[in-house]
T-cell receptor, first 115, second 115 residues
Framework: AQKVTQAQTEISVVEKEDVTLDCVYE???????LFWYKQPPSGELVFLIR??????QNEISGRYSWNFQKSTSSFNFTITASQVVDSAVYFC????????????FGTGTRLKVLA | DAGVTQSPTHLIKTRGQQVTLRCSPISGHKSVSWYQQVLGQGPQFIFQYYEKEERGRGNFPDRFSARQFPNYSSELNVNALLLGDSALYLC??????????????FGEGSWLTVV
C-alpha cells in the first residue's frame, strides 16, 4: 500500500531563515511521481514541484530546492530565505505512474513564518 | 488563462439532503479528479474522470457519484448527507501525457458544511 508521512505538524521560523519540510513515502511501484503542494488559507492547493522516481537529480528553483533520496524513500523540500508569504500548509504527495491520477497525500506541515 | 473553477464556493446543507458540486477544468484539460479534505487532514481521492469515463474511484460509499460532460466539466453528487461529509471538496484537472508527469492542478474548492 502507498503511504506518505509528514512527521512535522507545525514549524515556526523567523523571516529569512531557511526551512526544510520532511516527507517519507512508501510504495511498491517502481515508477512513481512525488509532489509538493502549498495550501494557503484560501484553500486552493498550489502545485510547487514534481519529481520522477527515475530521476534522482536534485534541483533548485528560485528559493525552493528539494532532496530526493530513493534509498531512504525521502523527498524533502527546502525554502531558502523564508518570507511571511510562505506561511501556509505544505503537502507532500505520491502518485503512481500511469493513467490514474490518484494522489496519496501526507497530513501536511503548517509553516509559520514570523516577521 | 483561467484555472480550475468550482462552484459554489461555500454551502450549508442539512443532514439527509443532497448536494451537487460543479467544476470546470483548465482549458484543454480532459481529466478531472475530485478530492475530499477534512479539516486538519490531507486530501483524499474520490474519483477521476477522463474523456467522460470513470478511471479511478477511492474508498467512498455509493452515496458519492460523479460524471463528466462532453465539454470536460464535471459534477460531484453526494446523497443522504451526513455530518461527516462536512469538508472542503477539491476539483483538479490535468492534461494526461508524459510531459506533465501526472501533475494535477486544483481549484479553490467548495466548502460544504452539513448541519
Amino acid at each position: 500500500a502507498q503511504k506518505v508521512t509528514q512527521a512535522q505538524t507545525e514549524i515556526s521560523v523567523v523571516e529569512k531563515e531557511d526551512v526544510t519540510l520532511d516527507c517519507v513515502y512508501e510504495t511498491r511501484d517502481t515508477t512513481y511521481y512525488l509532489f509538493w503542494y502549498k495550501q494557503p488559507p484560501s484553500g486552493e492547493l498550489v502545485f510547487l514541484i514534481r519529481r520522477n522516481s527515475f530521476d534522482e537529480q536534485n534541483e533548485i528553483s528560485g528559493r525552493y530546492s528539494w532532496n530526493f533520496q530513493k534509498s531512504t524513500s525521502s523527498f524533502n523540500f527546502t525554502i531558502t530565505a523564508s518570507q511571511v508569504v510562505d506561511s501556509a500548509v505544505y503537502f507532500c504527495a505520491l502518485s503512481e505512474a500511469g493513467g490514474t491520477y490518484k494522489y496519496i497525500f501526507g497530513t501536511g506541515t503548517r509553516l509559520k513564518v514570523l516577521a | 488563462d483561467a484555472g480550475v473553477t468550482q462552484s459554489p464556493t461555500h454551502l450549508i446543507k442539512t443532514r439527509g439532503q443532497q448536494v451537487t458540486l460543479r467544476c470546470s477544468p483548465i482549458s484543454g484539460h480532459k481529466s478531472v479528479s475530485w478530492y475530499q479534505q477534512v479539516l486538519g487532514q490531507g486530501p483524499q481521492f474520490i474519483f477521476q474522470y477522463y474523456e467522460k469515463e470513470e478511471r479511478g474511484r477511492g474508498n467512498f460509499p455509493d452515496r458519492f457519484s460523479a460524471r463528466q460532460f462532453p465539454n470536460y466539466s464535471s459534477e460531484l453528487n453526494v446523497n443522504a448527507l451526513l455530518l461527516g461529509d462536512s469538508a472542503l471538496y477539491l476539483c483538479a484537472s490535468s492534461l494526461p501525457g508524459q510531459k506533465t508527469g501526472n501533475t494535477i492542478y486544483f481549484g479553490e474548492g467548495s466548502w460544504l458544511t452539513v448541519v
